[in-house]
């Protein structure tokens, strides 16, 4: 019961983390002579969310796995 507790306390931790902090790959308006205002920041700010997603699912399925070794 205690280790499923730090489990859920760590990753509780790291949801909020990610959630609270905004980060930018790119600045906005870097300023460069000719470029394009209407151009968007960049396109990694549009899978941040899903790769976070994939990233749980796959945190999951290992853990999921290293229990039923231990099971064994």
Do not use: H
């Not at 790959?25 to 994939?54: C, E, K, R, T, Y």
């Amino acid at each position: 019961m205690k280790k499923s507790r730090s489990i859920v306390l760590t990753l509780g931790l790291v949801v909020s983390n990610l959630i609270t902090n905004s980060a930018f790959a790119q600045d906005p308006d870097p300023g460069f002579p000719g470029s394009d205002p209407g151009a968007p920041v960049s396109p990694i700010d549009d899978w941040v969310i899903p790769m976070v997603l994939v990233g749980i699912g796959l945190m999951f399925m290992a853990y999921k796995k290293q229990l039923k070794q231990v099971r064994k």
